[in-house]
Antibody
Framework: QLQLQESGPGLVKPSETLSLTCKVS??????????WGWIRQSPAKGLEWIGN???????YYNASLKSRVAISVDASKNQFSLRLSYVTAADTAVYYC?????????????????WGQGTLVTVSS | DIVMTQSPDSLAVSLGERATINCKSN????????????LAWYQQKPGQPPKLLIN???TREYGVPDRFSGSGSETDFTLTISSLQPEDVAVYYC?????????FGPGTKVEI
């Protein structure tokens, strides 16, 4: 059974870098034909897609965050990470990692069919 | 970006009655070459992540009760709960995955 679990600091100071990790169990990121990604949810912006990646392919980011965001993968640990730099209070949100469904097309044009429980990150001094 | 809107913001429905949620996109999410509609519906209960209910506008995920149904095309979509059950109290979101950035509607809260 696929499980995703986010981890990382719950409090980040303004202008610093938010770093989160998503540990995947029940499936292999490197052996998967799915895309994996990050989504955040806040009262102000609702659900917001941050970015996604395909293990042997490219990484894609929301243009609104692209200059500050990076997603990386550690296949040996079967996990992937999110870094968001120069955070402000507007980045306070629940951050989810998720898998996109695989319809066999090899594209990322698929819904998010598995989600982690989410982790609240607050940006405050 | 494709903007998703939903109506109503919230609705109260009696147990066993029908709930109807509407979703609109400001651009068609129907891909002409494969005739697929890139629209999903999610259910989110308090303290939980969103759960995928329906993809491709009307295909229920495995295990989703058949009282949930999706309909619509191009820019106008509907999620219908045919007979509301207590466990259906939640916020429902539509999402387009036709293009990036993938975008979600603001949500509709369903109460009894």
């Amino acid at each position: 059974q696929l499980q995703l679990q986010e981890s990382g600091p719950g409090l980040v100071k303004p202008s610093e870098t938010l770093s989160l990790t998503c540990k995947v169990s029940g499936a292999s990121i490197s052996g998967s034909t799915c895309y994996w990604g990050w989504i955040r949810q806040s009262p102000a912006k609702g659900l917001e897609w941050i970015g996604n990646f395909y293990y042997s392919g490219n990484t894609y980011y929301n243009a609104s965050l692209k200059s500050r965001v990076a997603i990386s993968v550690d296949a040996s640990k079967n996990q992937f990470s999110l870094r968001l730099s120069y955070v402000t209070a507007a980045d306070t949100a629940v951050y989810y990692c998720a898998r996109q469904a695989d319809d066999g097309s090899g594209t990322y044009y698929n819904p998010f069919d598995s989600w982690g429980q989410g982790t609240l990150v607050t940006v405050s001094s | 970006d494709i903007v998703m809107t939903q109506s109503p913001d919230s609705l109260a429905v009696s147990l066993g009655e029908r709930a109807t949620i509407n979703c609109k996109s400001n651009k068609s999410v129907l891909y002409g070459s494969n005739k697929k509609t890139y629209l999903a519906w999610y259910q989110q209960k308090p303290g939980q992540p969103p759960k995928l209910l329906i993809n491709w506008a009307f295909t229920r995920e495995y295990g989703v009760p058949d009282r949930f149904s999706g309909s619509g095309s191009e820019t106008d979509f509907t999620l219908t709960i045919s007979s509301l059950q207590p466990e259906d109290v939640a916020v429902y979101y539509c999402q387009q995955y036709y293009g990036t950035p993938f975008t979600f509607g603001p949500g509709t809260k369903v109460e009894i």
